[in-house]
C-alpha cells in the first residue's frame, strides 16, 4: 500500500483567549496551541479544517 502525502497546515494563535467562551477555549487547546503567537502544525483534514473555522477570528493559517 502507497501512502498518500498529506497537506500540512501551520496554525497561529493571533488573539488572546480573554472573553472567549469555554467551547472555544476548548478548541483551540484542542489543537494544541496555549500561547499568544505560538504556530503548530497539523495534518489537513477536515476534521482540524472545521476546528479552525470555528475559532477563526483567534487564529489564522500560515503558509
Do not use: P
Amino acid at each position: 500500500m502507497a501512502k498518500t502525502k498529506e497537506a500540512k497546515i501551520k496554525i497561529k494563535l493571533v488573539r488572546s483567549l480573554i472573553g472567549c467562551s469555554e467551547a472555544q477555549r476548548k478548541v483551540v487547546q484542542s489543537l494544541g496551541l496555549k500561547k499568544l503567537n505560538q504556530v503548530v502544525e497539523h495534518n489537513e483534514s477536515a476534521v482540524i479544517m472545521g476546528m479552525v473555522k470555528k475559532v477563526s477570528h483567534l487564529v489564522e493559517i500560515c503558509e
